[in-house]
C-alpha cells in the first residue's frame, strides 16, 4: 500500500527542520549571536481535493453553456471559471459509461454485464484511497448486480470509497425510490425514508463530506441521480405536469444542488484547494427535445449517435486553470482517471487505455487523442455497436460512414459513390483504427432478465429476441 501524500509531505518537512537542527560542537561553536533570519523555505504544494459531479442522463443539448435550452446558471458558473470541452464523449447507457470514467478502460476489455463492476478492477476511488485521500461516494451506484445473470459486482468499499450514501446498492425490489421517500444506504446499511426529497439528503452528505474532511485531502465521487426517470415534481416544482416540464423542473433543482456545494466549497475557503469536474454519464432520455442553437434536439439515451454519447465536460480549478477557457478537443469517459491522475500528481495503474488530458486543460496542448473508439455492448435492451470517430466523421462496424454535426448533434450518412478521394481516404483511415482494436464479438443479449422465458420470436432466444416483458414485471 502506497504511503498517503500528507504523509510524504510531513516527513519531507520534518528531515529539513532536523537536518537544520542538528549541528556539531564546532559549528555551534562558531554561531553568531544574533544569527540573521533563514530564508523562507518553500511551501510543499498542497495535493487537491477532487469533486466529480455526474449528472444522471442528460446530453449537452440540455445546457445553456453548450447553447442549450435550460440557462443552468451553477454550471455555467463552473464554465465561466474554468475550462469547457465541446467535444466530450460518454457511451450511450449508464452502466457501460460509469465502468468507462471509474477504471479508465474500454469497455471491451472490462464490461460483461449492466450494473456490474468486476470487484478486481482499480478505480480511481481506489487511487485516490491508496494516495491518502478521504474518499467518499454520494448518488447512485448500480453496479454491485443486476440481479438476473447471478453476477455479483464490487461494493463501494472494494472500490476504494470509505464513507458512501447511495441509492441502488442493490438491484431488484431493494432499490426503492431515489426520490420522494427515498431507499439509501449508508455504509451498507439501509435508510429507508417514508417523506423527503433523495437528492437533497445525497446534497446535504456530499456538503457535509466536505465539511467534515476539510483539512485533508479529499476525493468526492458525486453520481446524482437527477436527471433520470421517473420524471418527478421537485420540491421547487410542485405543480409542474407532463415529462417535459417536470424534466425542466428537475434540471433546475439539478443546478441548485450543484450550487450549493459550490457555495459550500467557497465558504469553506476551499476553491484554490479543490478541482470539481461535471460531467454526465450518456445522452437525454428520448421522451425528451431540447431547443439547442436554435433547434429541436431529441434525447439519444442508449443509441450509439452523438445524441447518446455527446456530454458536458467542465473543469474547475481556481489559481490553476484559466477561467472561461474552450477546447476543441476529443475527450473520452476513458481519460477522467489519468487526467484526475495527472492533476494530482498521482500515478495511474498502468493498464488503463484513457490518456491524460491535464496538458489540454491547463493550454499546453490543444488536443490529447485524434479519435475515439467505442465497445458498446450494454446487455441491456439496446443494440450492440462499435464504431470509431474523430472531430468530423464516424465510422461504425457495420460499414455505416457518417458525417458529423457537433452544433446540433446530428449524423449524415455518407454514401461511398459519392465520396471525394480525400473522403475515402479519410474513411480508409477510420477503417485501419476499427481493425486495428482486435475487441473481439459484440455480445448479442440484450434482455438477461427473460432468461428461462417464452421467446417473442419462436425458436430464437429470448435473452437475444426478448420475451415481451420488462425488468419490473419480473422481478
Known sequence: MRRGLLRNVWCATTAMVLATAVMSPAAAETRPVTPAPAPPQPRAARPPNVILILADDVGVEAFGSYGGEYPMRNVSRLAAEGVTFDHAFSTPLCSPSRTRIMTGRENAKNYVAFGHLDPRERTFGNLFRDAGYATGIVGKWQLSGNGFDGRTGASPAEAGFDDALLWQLYAGTQKGSRYWGPTLWRNGKPKISEEGFGPDAMNAYAMDFVEKNKDRPFFLYYPMVLVHDPFVPTPDSMTASGAKARFGGMMSYMDKLVGQLLDKVTALGLDNDTLIIFTADNGTNRQIASVRN???????????????????????????????????????????????????????????????????????????????????????????????????????????????????DRETEMEPAAMTPAESRHREALQTILDQQHDGPLDPIRYPWCKGKKAKTLGDDPMIVGCGLAPSEIE
Not at 327 to 353: C, E, H, Q, S, Y
Open 294 to 408: 436554435g433547434e429541436s434536439v431529441t434525447g439519444g439515451k442508449g443509441l450509439p449517435t452523438l445524441t447518446g454519447t455527446h456530454v458536458p465536460m467542465v473543469l474547475r480549478w481556481s489559481g490553476h486553470i484559466a477561467p472561461g477557457g474552450r477546447r476543441a478537443g476529443l475527450f473520452d469517459f476513458m481519460d477522467v482517471l489519468p487526467t484526475l491522475a495527472d492533476a494530482a500528481r498521482l500515478k495511474p495503474p498502468v493498464n488503463i487505455d484513457g490518456v491524460s488530458q491535464w496538458s489540454v486543460v491547463t493550454g499546453k496542448a490543444p488536443k490529447a487523442r485524434d479519435w475515439i473508439f467505442q465497445h458498446y455492448a450494454p446487455v441491456w435492451a439496446n443494440a450492440p455497436a462499435r464504431f470509431v470517430f474523430d472531430t468530423s466523421r464516424k465510422l461504425y462496424g457495420d460499414g455505416r460512414y457518417v458525417s458529423l454535426d457537433y452544433a446540433l
